[in-house]
């Protein structure tokens, strides 16, 4: 059945169940960075700004280590069973445990015990996260060689990832609906992390993976493997323009519930406006992909980052007072770029996998996968940790008791500096030299060096 499904293109049953692993891992990510540090830690167990940026950092230099030899380890797996899907199986369950122990509150009284307490559970759940999401997108580029059909299941994928949003987001009215507080978060802590597990077992029944893959050699370890990644021009221009959009992603959804709460005074309209602004990014995913069929994914990526940067201006300049519609107008605008600077970086790494293979004659879809998801992770922590060591320093104080330039700052982290990422974004995205027809080309060599044709 397996040589069946690789010799065709994949259906679009086969996409959306396999996009159902971002699903899971998305709504962990998001609610991590935009509720549980700059939310949950913050206004419902008290912890101190700098302390609560803190434990993702700590969680997030965990991976440092954990994702590139995560990477590593299944690209060197030879079980009968394949050398990533089993995987799926093996994290599940630890995944949606330590999702739910996250939510809950330990009897303690000390900041410095309830960081410990957040920190060390926030890094397991880091470990388990990386068991199953390094080799799930390791297994994209092996599933669909194809330059546009990468496209289309990074679309599915993506498209899932933003219902893994709209998950994160419902976790704040979900503890609600169980009393909120720290009763009510443990409690929607428990259930969304049930869900989690589940997902992952028609994931795994779902994938296949390629057996010409499986008998490459491997002759690299872990360090030495990721010297010669590092090196890989093409790739060091990805991971640049991948790391500033990635920054500008989390940073602003990190700060919106900050910037609508004490800046907007609308704490209540976050998951609306986010609704909305999720629903813009889905349903612009098939123009983007449309587009993508003639133009170079480098040159799709800078236009949705120009796009998105335009949208921040508003955030800046939004008062108070304003009607409601101006956030409306900004939730889809802001919507459809980040669409495009969420789903070409991953779109574009399976190409630069192929250009790897080319030149050393090793698949690495493991290491590579596990560098970006690493960077995915610690960029978005690093912003977030200084974003709230910001407000730390400028004295954030109680809602509606924040001086001028408290306001200001959180105004300013959460429009001007996501778009100077942004426009970093755009500008290292200039020297990306992997085309489509060069893409075409390399893919040519490498069947006429496996023998077929």
Request: charged letters at 15%.
């Amino acid at each position: 059945m397996h040589d069946e499904r690789q010799s065709r293109p994949l259906s679009a049953t086969t996409k959306s169940v396999y996009a159902l692993g971002d699903f899971t891992v998305n709504t962990v990510l998001v609610s991590l960075s935009m509720i549980f540090a700059t939310y949950y830690l913050l206004e419902v167990i008290g912890m101190r700004p700098a302390l609560a940026g803190l434990v993702p950092l700590i969680g997030r230099t965990v991976d440092a280590i954990t994702d590139p030899a995560m990477g590593r380890l299944s690209d060197v797996t030879r079980w009968r069973w394949g050398r990533r899907r089993p995987y799926f199986l093996i994290g599940a369950v630890p995944f949606g445990l330590t999702f739910a122990l996250l939510w809950s509150a330990p009897p303690l009284a000390s900041q410095w015990g309830l960081f410990a307490y957040y920190a060390v559970l926030y890094s397991l759940l880091s470990i388990f996260t990386t068991v199953l999401s390094v080799p799930y997108l390791a297994l994209l580029p092996e599933m669909a060689l194809d330059y546009d059909e990468r496209t289309s299941l990074n679309t599915y994928r993506n498209a899932a990832s933003v219902l893994g949003i709209a998950a994160a987001i419902g976790m704040r009215p979900l503890a609600n609906l169980f009393g909120g507080g720290v009763d009510g978060f443990a409690a929607a802590g428990a259930i969304v992390g049930v869900i989690m597990v589940l997902p992952w077992l028609a994931v795994h029944r779902v994938s296949f993976e390629r057996p010409n893959f499986q008998l490459r050699s491997v002759d690299l370890g872990v360090v030495e493997g990721l010297k010669v990644v590092v090196r890989h021009q093409t790739f060091r221009v990805l991971m640049a323009l991948y790391l500033c959009g990635r920054i500008a992603m989390d940073l602003m959804g990190a700060m919106l519930i900050i910037y609508m709460t004490r800046w907007i005074g609308r704490s209540g309209f976050f998951e609306p406006m986010m609704l909305l602004f999720l629903a813009s990014v889905v349903l612009s995913l098939p123009f983007w992909l449309h587009l993508s069929r003639n133009t170079d994914k480098a040159t799709i990526f800078t236009v949705g980052s120009l796009w998105w940067m335009a949208s921040l201006l508003l955030l800046l300049v939004a008062q108070p007072g304003w009607p409601t519609w101006t956030m409306l107008i900004f939730a889809p605008w802001a919507g459809m770029g980040f669409a495009v600077v969420d789903l070409m970086p991953w779109a574009m790494i399976g190409d630069v996998i192929d250009e790897d293979d080319l030149a050393t004659g090793e698949r690495r879809e493991g290491l590579y996968n596990g560098v970006f998801t690493f960077l995915r992770k610690l960029g978005g922590a690093v912003a977030v940790w200084l974003a709230l060591l910001a407000l730390d320093v400028v004295g954030l104080a109680e809602p509606g008791h924040d001086s001028q330039a408290t306001l200001w700052t959180i105004r300013l982290l959460a429009s001007v500096v996501p778009a100077v990422f942004l426009a970093a974004a755009v500008w290292f995205a200039r020297d990306y030299r992997l085309t489509r027809d060069e893409h075409a080309r390399i893919l040519a060599t490498l069947r006429a060096r496996e023998g077929r044709g």
